[in-house]
């Protein structure tokens, strides 16, 4: 794959940490995970599930919409900035929305934030709720004022993520249709709007798998980070459950998705990349969960840096290789 072409602006400085000697893995755990604790903020229970993305203000560089939840256990969405990617800074009150027609505007939860860059604007995606989950999106040019707009579905959904650019002249989201509660099922939609507000042309991306070819995203799938644009496909890295006699296990893994009908799946890994392992994985609030938001990347060298919520408790950091992970998703195809 000497020719890989991986599309994104340059990343040198993007956080980072070598394979560990002797490591088989294709992606590999930060040795100094995790990098954000439960109790950052004055106000904090958790803080996991969370985007980020290059952003310069001042002496920063990166910027980001955090999920806290609060020790009242509210769901709320906070933004933070960061020199090194690794480091936070998370403001103290938590995000604030205008321009709502004010028919939606009232806040009640929102959570698991994703950020795109499209054109000159970012775009947040998170879970809203609004008579039970659906997507809420805001845009904003300084994560500090946040436009919200219409919600995208009716409830009930989760997962909403878009891709970095316009596709075939319309903006495009997956996400994945759910029911009010724990939902036991879920298989990942793609959407397309004109406008970022009406959206239409939904298409089936990818179900669950069979439990006997790859357990760990048999019962409900989603989409995690923005995906990659390389000459390969869309590199989208997403979550996949399994119910065990003790509940919920997240995992994630990756698929390759055609270039221009995303919908259009063209590879999808057997075996996770992460699942829950480390004792900060394996026990929290809700055990047995990794879940993949926001990743960074370096066209360059194709390195890949991950944040994902453990144990719905904090939040860690994944590194791999673009090209490794593309290799590894196609010779484990299970389509
Ligand atoms: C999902 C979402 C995620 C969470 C996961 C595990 O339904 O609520 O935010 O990480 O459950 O609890």
């Not at 219409?150 to 891709?163: C, D, Q, S, Y």
């Not at 496909?233 to 998705?257: D, I, K, P, Q, T």
Request: proline share 7%.
């Amino acid at each position: 794959m000497n020719n890989l072409k991986i599309v994104g602006p340059a990343m040198p400085d993007m956080p980072w940490e070598d394979r560990p000697a002797g490591s088989k893995e294709v992606m590999w755990r930060y040795s100094a995970n995790p990098i954000i604790p439960r109790d950052a903020l004055s106000t904090s229970n958790s803080i996991f599930n969370s985007a980020v993305i290059p952003f310069k203000k001042g002496k920063y560089n990166y910027a980001g919409v955090f999920r806290c939840d609060d020790t009242n256990r509210r769901m709320r969405i906070h933004a933070a900035f960061s020199v090194d990617g690794i480091k936070w800074d998370i403001c103290e009150e938590d995000f604030k929305l205008v321009g709502a027609d004010p028919e939606i505007a009232e806040w009640v939860y929102g959570y698991d934030p994703r950020v795109a860059k499209i054109d000159d604007k970012y775009y947040v995606t998170w879970c809203n709720g609004y008579h039970g989950p659906t997507i809420g999106i805001a845009w904003t040019d300084d994560f500090e004022t946040f436009h919200q707009l219409e919600n995208a579905f009716i409830p009930f959904n989760r997962n909403g993520v878009l891709f970095p650019r316009k596709i075939n002249g319309r903006f495009a989201m997956l996400s994945r249709p759910s029911d009010n509660g724990h939902t036991a099922f879920g298989d990942i939609f793609y959407s397309e709007s004109p406008d970022m507000e009406f959206w239409g042309r939904h298409r089936h991306v990818m179900s669950p798998a069979a439990f006997e070819v790859s357990a760990w995203q048999c019962m409900k799938i989603g989409a995690g980070p923005v995906p990659i644009e390389t000459s390969e496909g869309w590199l989208l890295l997403y979550h996949g459950v399994l119910r065990s006699c003790n509940g919920y296990v997240y995992a994630f893994g990756s698929a390759l998705l055609d270039l221009d009908q995303p919908w259009k799946t063209i590879a999808r890994s057997g075996p996770y990349l992460i699942s829950p392992r480390e004792i900060y994985e394996l026990t929290g609030d809700v055990p047995n969960v990794t879940f993949p938001c926001a990743a960074l990347h370096d066209p360059a060298t194709g390195r890949v840096a991950v944040y994902y919520g453990c144990a719905d408790t904090v939040t860690g950091l994944a590194f791999g290789y673009i090209p490794e992970i593309i290799d590894f998703t196609k010779k484990n195809n299970i389509l």
